[in-house]
């Protein structure tokens, strides 16, 4: 839905900038949780690796298959970041349509 006037315009900015501050926040727990789950892959992984016997390849596979779980909640985690990354590029995209669509809603009051 189109804003049709000078207020709901303000309305429609007022909403995308409290939702901007969220932002802030959601990334920063996104960054952590990777952070965490980097940390928990990488320690584990190491771990299995010096547990396994053999070459350096199996001992790589066999941590590999040991730490996949792990590696799938980075994965996750990875993308909830991006997640969060695209949100906040939408939002700063609908404040400046927003601002665009103002400045003509502005033009057309005043030549009417």
């Known amino acids: 839905m189109l804003p049709e006037s000078p207020d709901s315009i303000v309305g429609q900015l007022r909403q995308i900038m409290a939702e901007s501050a969220k932002g802030v926040d959601a990334l920063y727990a996104a960054e952590v949780k990777v952070a965490e ?3 928990a892959y990488d320690s584990e992984f190491q771990k299995r690796f010096i ?7 199996d001992r790589t596979a066999v ?3 040991q730490t996949a779980e792990l590696r799938f909640e980075l994965d996750v985690a990875k993308a909830e970041l991006n997640r969060v990354k695209v949100k906040i590029k939408q939002l700063s995209d ?4 927003t601002a665009v669509m103002a400045k003509q809603i502005e033009l057309t009051w005043k030549h009417a």
């Open 63 to 65: 941590a590999k298959l």
């Open 94 to 97: 609908a404040g400046t349509l």
């Open 37 to 39: 789950k980097e940390l």
């Open 51 to 57: 547990a396994a016997g053999g070459t350096v390849a």
